[in-house]
């Protein structure tokens, strides 16, 4: 870290120099001419793929890719720099026009295009900048507090610009070159997202190696740009997303889905890119599936949700009923039941008028409760079921119920008329059993009879 800290002071003192070549060294060195004499050489002669049976690493066309990945991040990193001298001394100019304009080239351009002019109605940038950026960019320069700068201060600004210019065409050449190699170096990531912008992924990202450790997050942000609303709504501004966005992919689909298939093109990105750096598939397949996996799934977000069936009703006692049988439930389907009294109230006697509660029609009707004219509600009260039932039990188990006679049986039992009857046991359970009605004096078992008076 303290390193870091060390080298980011040191570019920082690099830009208060006044001299362009001691701030950009890079056009300068053997390293970034020789790379770029092999890139044209190699896009001269074209493709050359006779070396496909050979080590990855031992072959000498991806050595040179892996030196132009290398050399477009040091090209990035020198268009910063001259891009921050150029900020430096068109300030005193417009100081406005870094916060309106923030990308390096886009700048550089401007810059050159203006000048020391200042009325900016002169100057036309159509083609440089956006129709709502020019309009922001005009209206601050008629208001800035800027001055003129001097020949030689004006004259270090446009050689800055030049040279940016010309690192920004040497960084496309050599993502050209990249591009034309794609097919052989990274088949599967090419099929996935397509060469040019396979070749701006491993351009950015360093290599093929480091694009394979990269997370997919950022794999999505890759060659993003900062957003310049210049005081207008965010709300129309679309998410952040870097080169993906310029896959066949992400344009043919629509607007509402694209945030969702920038995520699934960026993981994807990064799984391609991950075989291609073991050389896991040279024939490419795994991209193709890779590709024909995304077209589902974006397919598939597209369908309209199924149609809501009707719910058909179940066949009525088509299913066993849940519910067990016995005494308990008996009595408390009798404990709910509909009364009597409810299902006369329920019913209505063809062409007599029904009695009401409040009378002439008004209030809760009666139904076939009443009688007509006697102004009185008779309903016959009768014993339910389960009460008989139970009387009958009691009474079978008081009496007995089997044919054998108890030692405890009573010959004596009390009747109804005042008195005292002997009977039989046996013959009164025979008479319960047969249904005959009993009387006092029977042929088996009566005795006497004791009245009193």
């Given at each position: 870290m303290e390193e870091d800290i060390d080298g980011d002071l040191a570019d920082i003192e690099a830009l208060n120099y006044d001299d362009l070549d001691s701030v950009a060294k890079l056009q300068k060195t053997q390293r970034y001419i020789d790379i770029m004499q092999k890139v044209e050489d190699a896009l001269g002669k074209g493709s050359d793929f006779s070396n496909?049976?050979?080590v990855l690493e031992d072959d000498p066309e991806y050595q040179l890719?892996?030196?132009?990945?290398?050399?477009s991040v040091d090209i990035e990193n020198e268009i910063v720099i001259i891009h921050n001298f150029i900020r430096d001394k068109y300030r005193l100019k417009f100081p406005e026009l870094e916060s309106l304009v923030h990308h390096p080239i886009d700048y550089a351009r401007v810059v050159k295009k203006i000048g020391n002019e200042t009325d900016l109605t002169l100057v036309d940038l159509e083609g440089l900048l956006p129709s709502a950026i020019i309009m922001v960019v005009s209206v601050t320069a008629s208001t800035t507090s800027g001055k003129p700068l001097p020949e030689d201060v004006l004259q270090k600004t446009i050689d800055a610009c030049d040279r940016a210019l010309v690192l920004d065409a040497a960084k496309k050449k050599v993502l050209d070159f990249v591009e034309s190699?794609?097919?052989y170096i990274a088949p599967n990531l090419s099929t996935v997202v397509g060469s040019a912008v396979a070749a701006k992924l491993m351009g950015t990202a360093g290599g093929l190696s480091a694009l394979a450790k990269m997370p997919a997050c950022n794999v999505q942000l890759l060659g993003a740009k900062k957003k310049t609303l210049a005081g207008f709504s965010t709300a129309t501004s679309q998410f952040r997303v870097g080169y993906i966005e310029q896959t066949e992919i992400f344009q043919t689909t629509p607007p509402a889905l694209r945030s969702r298939a920038c995520r699934l093109l960026a993981s994807k990105a990064t799984l391609a890119a991950r075989i291609d750096s073991t050389r896991g598939d040279p024939s490419g397949n795994g991209g193709r599936s890779l590709k024909e996996e995304i077209h589902k799934k974006i397919e598939k977000?597209?369908?309209?949700?199924?149609a809501k069936q009707p719910k058909p009703l179940p066949v009525p006692d088509s299913e066993p009923k849940k519910k067990r049988g016995g005494r308990r439930l008996r009595k408390m389907k009798e404990?709910?039941?509909?009364?009597?009294?409810?299902?006369?109230?329920?019913?209505?006697?063809?062409?007599v008028p029904e009695e009401s509660s409040l009378g002439d029609g008004l209030g809760e009707g009666y139904g076939m409760l009443g009688q007509a004219g006697s102004g009185k509600l008779r309903v016959s009260v009768g014993q339910s079921k389960l009460a008989a039932k139970v009387?009958?039990?009691?009474?079978?188990?008081?009496?007995?119920?089997?044919?054998?006679?108890?030692?405890?049986?009573?010959?004596?039992a009390f009747t109804p008329v005042q008195g005292i009857e002997l009977t039989n046991p046996q013959a009164h359970a025979h008479q319960l059993g047969s249904g005959t009605q009993s009387t006092y004096f029977s042929e088996t078992g009566t005795f006497s009879k004791i009245r009193r008076t």
């Open positions: 496909q049976g050979m890719i892996v030196d132009c990945n290398v050399l190699r794609m097919g977000w597209q369908e309209p949700p199924p404990r709910y039941a509909i009364t009597d009294m409810r299902k006369l109230a329920n019913r209505m006697q063809f062409g009387a009958k039990k009691f009474k079978e188990k008081r009496y007995g119920s089997s044919g054998a006679t108890s030692g405890l049986t009573s010959s004596l």
